[in-house]
């Protein structure tokens, strides 16, 4: 298989696991390599994500590894083999990579959970909304890095999985825009919230005792546990994170976030109240 120039974070993914798996069994990546009957050097091309592997050469480490979790290897196959070129890649070379990785993580994603504090979530945006988030970057965009950022995040917002959301007040009565744009943000809110496959909670000001301002984040369930994927916003762009300590770090911070907000129902109401204010 050629080398890849620049891996996608699905591909790295596919990578780390391989390597967690070799460095559970206690292999070093010589023994690895001799166990499929190549040099070392392919080995580390594979676990750093520049080169694919195949299904067969995949089932043999993973027998070698003593792996017996059927299912992750299931999942981890399909990660190799998947030959789909999603729509995000129209915007490869137009748009940062973490773009691309956040949009590919979506659609292959199980569930999302996810916990705003400033910024209402990317996938409830209006278009409006996300101009103006996007129109106040600096340094500031040019006319067209503009619009492909609003089309990008636009076309996000057609996934259909589960998706549970807790946004803080403060995230809802921000504006970003003018006052006709929050009420739109606002009624867009609304009106995801009432699909099925969409969970919205609000934390309110004048709840006591909340101290999870730096919570913000995205989680995003795979097909499997162990291939689930945290979020988070950096200087520097998306942060993809995905260790097991991590992981179940963020699992307790969405509940007890979710704990704290008020139920879909009552969140509707202060929505509606807030709506009015405007």
């Known amino acids: 298989m050629p080398l890849r120039a620049e891996p996608t974070a699905r591909q790295m993914r596919l990578a780390v696991e391989l390597r967690r798996l070799r460095d559970a069994a206690g292999l070093t990546s010589r023994e690895a390599a001799d166990l499929l009957g190549v040099t070392p050097p392919v080995i580390s091309q594979i676990e750093s994500g520049i080169a694919g592997v195949s299904e067969k050469r995949l089932r043999r480490l993973a027998t070698h ?14 990660m190799a083999t998947d030959r789909t070129r999603g729509w995000w890649e129209e915007y490869r070379r137009r748009l940062p990579t973490s773009f691309l990785d956040l949009a590919e993580l979506e659609h292959h994603a199980r569930f999302l959970r996810e916990v705003a504090i400033l910024y209402v979530p990317g996938l409830l945006q209006t278009e ?23 089309r990008h995040r636009l076309h996000r917002q057609r996934l259909t999985v589960p998706y549970e959301v807790v946004i803080h007040e403060a995230a809802l009565r921000i504006r970003v ?74 699992r307790t911070l969405f509940h007890k976030v979710e704990a704290a907000s008020l139920d879909p129902k009552r969140s509707r109401d202060l929505i509606n109240r807030l709506a009015k204010e405007l």
Request: hydrophobic share 50%.
């Open 65 to 78: 590894y003593a792996c017996a979790d059927e299912e992750l290897i299931g999942a981890l196959v399909a």
């Open 128 to 150: 409006d909304y996300a101009r103006a988030v996007f129109s106040s970057r600096v340094p500031e965009l040019t006319g067209e890095e503009l619009e492909l950022r609003v």
């Open 177 to 250: 825009s003018d006052r006709a744009a929050a009420r739109a943000q606002l009624a867009r809110i609304l009106g995801a919230s009432e699909a099925d496959h969409v969970s919205v909670r609000v934390i309110p000001f004048d709840l006591d005792g909340f101290a999870g301002a730096a919570s913000a984040m995205t989680y995003a369930g795979g097909v499997v546990p162990k291939l689930d994927t945290v979020v988070r916003d950096g200087p520097h762009g998306a942060a993809f994170i995905d260790s097991a300590a991590q992981l179940a770090a963020s």
